[in-house]
């Protein structure tokens, strides 16, 4: 069994995304779970058996402002994810995908203004739709979750209805730049970036 989920967030308006940032969000966000994965698969078709489970986001599909080294780390993440459950299909190895949404931790994402709160994106003044998709689960939830996924495996799990919801809405333009640009506000009213 593996589970990738480390994650390194960092806040940031587009225009002011450093390359090394998104380097070091691809290192942490693909490559080492991509370095694991590989590890791992060898010694799981060995044994002839294996689960790996890659911790996605569904936010690359809103497009999260201001979140731009994470959300194109994970969705190359899920561009890998899909290609190895092709590629290792009948291999021993299962490969499921997992989207949480939004998990209220206590790890501060980081910014060139200093860590900011993780609940950043949420505008309490937001209509009721932008509100509804940014409540946030619990670790402990999210942990339940992954042990009925390990203990079921399946190729695509989300963490609720509303995820798979947002999953859905994002593909209607209009809906997801709504949600986006309710994110994108929330962000502006409390660090000083630029509309």
């Known amino acids: 069994m593996l589970v990738n989920n480390a ?12 390359p090394e940032d998104l380097l070091r969000s691809f290192r942490a ?22 689960h790996i489970i890659n911790v996605g986001s569904p936010g690359f599909m ?12 994970k969705a190359a993440m899920t561009a890998w994810t899909r290609t190895i ?18 998990i209220k931790t206590d790890s501060p994402a980081e910014s060139s203004r200093g860590p900011v709160a ?3 994106i949420v505008d309490p003044e937001a209509n009721p739709v932008s509100r509804f998709f940014t409540r946030p689960k619990s670790p402990e ?27 859905f809405l994002s593909n209607i333009p209009g809906v997801r730049l ?10 502006r ?6 509309p």
């Not at 092709?86 to 939004?102: D, I, K, L, N, T």
């Not at 190729?155 to 919801?165: R, Y």
């Not at 009213?189 to 630029?194: A, S």
């Open 7 to 18: 994650a390194t967030i960092i806040v940031t308006p587009a225009e002011e995304a450093d």
């Open 178 to 187: 709504s949600i986006a640009r309710n994110m994108a506000r929330a962000v």
């Open 118 to 120: 993780q609940d950043l």
């Open 29 to 50: 966000n693909l490559v080492g779970p991509v370095a694991a994965a590989n590890r791992a698969a060898v010694q799981m078709r060995r044994q002839g058996y294996g």
């Open 85 to 102: 459950q092709a590629e290792w299909h009948g291999s021993g190895v299962v490969v499921s995908e997992y989207f949480p949404g939004y």
């Open 141 to 167: 939830a999210v942990a339940r979750q992954l042990v009925r996924l390990v203990e079921r495996p399946r190729t695509l799990a989300a963490s609720g209805f509303m995820v798979k919801m947002g999953a």
């Open 62 to 73: 809103i497009g999260i402002p201001y979140y731009l080294p994470y959300v194109c780390s």
């Open 189 to 194: 009213k409390r660090l000083d970036f630029p």
